[in-house]
């Protein structure tokens, strides 16, 4: 009896927290608060387009069907359905997979767990990324690529206080995120050997996955919204710096003298040019020396985020390049060369979007650019009176107001 009364106590504590800072809007202080800070920092993220009084989740705008059947994840998942079913009808829990927009594609649950879960739509087509359901296991591990746990009262979502959710990502051979694998049930039922099944299943769909869709060689560069290199399916461990470093060779055709690519990074602070010729020297062994050493180039185009998204706003291709856009350019960066380069994606995708009669384009952007007062209320000008989503477009506008 007592770790149940130990959970409940837990879960008193953190409806006197979410009850004291949600409502309010405010954070929840990191050393004195039951709350645990990255769920506290998503409370905060969640505010700006959830209501935490909802009952459930929005629907998606787009069929279902289709999406499943052409996911990469639908064969790995279907192949292992039995030991799904068999872990959610033996544990009561609910099982879910969503694809990378947090987008729930299939779910199993046992007739009581299900009936619930449709009560707040945690079915085919719901929406459970931070922007439409806020805090919640799926949104944060989404938004982090790791496996999360969210109890009780940590959801931002008050209808969801009642659930306890386990989930981890699912990533493709070459790293890329497919989207996550959840088990969902009641408060009662948490238990510390449910997220050790999540993983296990988790790497079981990977494998799967892995088998019929090896890992492409080459090299993948991310850096909108955070920063990633993937070379050959294996995700290469880089320092801040040297991925501003690799972000700028990528998005320069022409390279850098050393000189030039010196101040770029450092600017006029005084920094030792055998500092740069150490960083460079990191790099040409982890992209397998790719990198050319008179001038500074790769001498094989890299794969970038950022500059599919310049080459499909040069294509004036809008649709591709608000889909890819999934955030500033390395934003924790204060590089003079990636501070340039952040301004100038910034403001083509920003003209871009306040031009385009779609209102789509300014949803979509919406989400990468919270605080932006101006696509906001060009989303609203162009969604009719009755489009439910205006409200996500209200709700954005509100909290960019106010920040």
């Not at 994840?73 to 609910?94: F, K, M």
């Not at 079915?123 to 919640?136: F, I, L, Q, V, Y």
């Not at 003298?257 to 020297?281: F, I, P, Q």
Request: net charge negative; with cysteine; glycine share 6%.
């Amino acid at each position: 009896m007592a770790p149940q009364l130990t959970l409940s106590a837990h879960r008193a504590a953190l409806e006197r927290e979410w009850a004291q800072w949600v409502p309010a809007g405010r954070a929840a202080p990191e050393r004195s608060s039951a709350v645990r800070t990255e769920v506290a920092q998503s409370w905060l993220r969640s505010l700006r387009t959830v209501d935490p009084g909802r009952v459930c989740a929005p629907e998606s705008e787009t069929d279902i069907g289709p999406r499943w059947a052409e996911s990469p994840l639908r064969g790995p998942v279907t192949e292992l359905e039995d030991q799904l079913h068999s872990i959610a009808d033996d544990a009561g829990y609910i099982a879910a997979v969503t694809d990378a927009s947090g987008t729930i594609l299939w779910t199993y649950g046992g007739p009581v767990m299900r009936r619930r879960a449709e009560q707040v739509n945690f079915a085919p087509g719901g929406r459970w990324d931070e922007a439409h359901m806020g805090t919640n296991a799926l949104s944060l591990a989404l938004r982090t690529d790791q496996p999360h746990t969210v109890f009780s009262a940590e959801h931002l979502v008050a209808a969801l206080h009642g659930w306890v959710c386990y989930c981890a990502p699912i990533r493709a051979a070459d790293g890329t995120l497919l989207g996550v694998l959840d088990l969902s049930t009641t408060w009662k039922r948490s238990h510390p050997l449910a997220m050790a099944t999540v993983r296990t299943m988790t790497t079981a769909i990977e494998s799967k996955l892995h088998a019929v869709m090896p890992a492409p060689a080459g090299m993948r560069l991310t850096c909108l919204g955070r920063g990633k290199l993937i070379r050959d399916g294996l995700p290469i461990r880089l320092r801040p710096r040297q991925l501003e470093i690799l972000t700028l060779l990528a998005l320069d055709d022409d390279g850098y003298s050393h000189e030039r690519l010196h101040y770029a990074v450092y600017g006029d602070r005084a920094v030792g040019a055998s500092t740069l010729k150490s960083e460079m020297s990191y790099l040409r062994r982890a992209t397998g020396g790719e990198i050319t050493s008179r001038v500074y180039r790769f001498t094989t185009a890299l794969s970038c985020d950022a500059v599919d998204v310049l080459r499909a706003l040069e294509a004036g291709d809008l649709d591709t390049a608000v889909r890819l856009y999934h955030g500033p350019l390395l934003p924790d960066s204060d590089t003079p060369g990636i501070n340039e380069w952040r301004d100038h994606l910034e403001v083509a995708m920003r003209s871009a979007v306040l031009a385009s009669p779609d209102a789509e384009h300014a949803m979509t952007y919406g989400e990468a650019a919270p605080d932006d007062i101006a696509v906001h209320e060009h989303a609203l000008a162009l969604l009719p009176t009755r489009d439910a989503r205006r409200a996500v477009a209200a709700a954005r506008l509100h909290s960019a107001l106010r920040a």
